[in-house]
């Protein structure tokens, strides 16, 4: 993987919003994981990363899909992460993620796996929040520039 190389042209300093500085370190972090663990441990590691970040944004007092679908799109649009739909095909809840942002939903390398479970694991543990059973799972696939999750059977 090719860092990007930065200018004086892109600051990055104190008080900078540029939008790539979070994604550099993340690749960064990526890069070396990728050296030293297996793609199922790296996956799990960034899968684990998503629980994480729904247990520090927890669905409170969120009953049904359209709640949190609100409550989970206001996070993803603070972060740049995009927006979801949601809704139940079968015995699953199907969750559209669409990335908003051109730097993620055309990237390829390690961007589309790294953030495919990162939002699994995030959406795995919203779920468990509103009582989703053990028994169940969670997976995520690209469609272009959505991530479709599925959680059932």
């Given at each position: 993987?090719?860092?990007?190389?930065?200018?004086?042209?892109?600051p990055m300093g104190q008080g900078s919003d540029h939008p790539l500085g979070s994604l550099v370190l993340v690749s960064l972090v990526a890069e070396e994981l990728g050296e030293i663990?297996?793609?199922d441990q790296v996956d799990g590691f960034f899968?684990?990363?998503?629980?994480?970040?729904?247990?520090m944004f927890p669905l409170g007092d969120v009953q049904d899909l359209?709640?949190?679908?609100?409550?989970?799109?206001?996070?993803?649009r603070e972060?740049?992460?995009?927006e979801a739909r949601m809704n139940?095909?079968?015995n699953s809840i199907v969750v559209r993620h669409e990335s908003t942002r051109s730097d993620l939903a055309g990237m390829d390398g390690p961007w589309r796996p790294i953030l495919a479970a990162m939002v699994r694991g995030?959406?795995?543990?919203?779920?468990?929040?509103?009582?989703?059973?053990s028994n169940l799972t969670t997976s995520a696939e690209w469609h272009?520039?959505?991530?479709?999750?599925r959680h059932g059977r």
């Open positions: 993987m090719n860092a990007p190389v930065f200018s004086a042209a892109q663990a297996s793609p899968a684990q990363v998503g629980r994480r970040v729904a247990e359209t709640g949190m679908e609100v409550r989970i799109n206001g996070l993803w972060l740049g992460l995009g139940v095909q079968g995030a959406y795995d543990n919203w779920f468990r929040q509103l009582g989703s059973k272009g520039h959505v991530i479709e999750l």
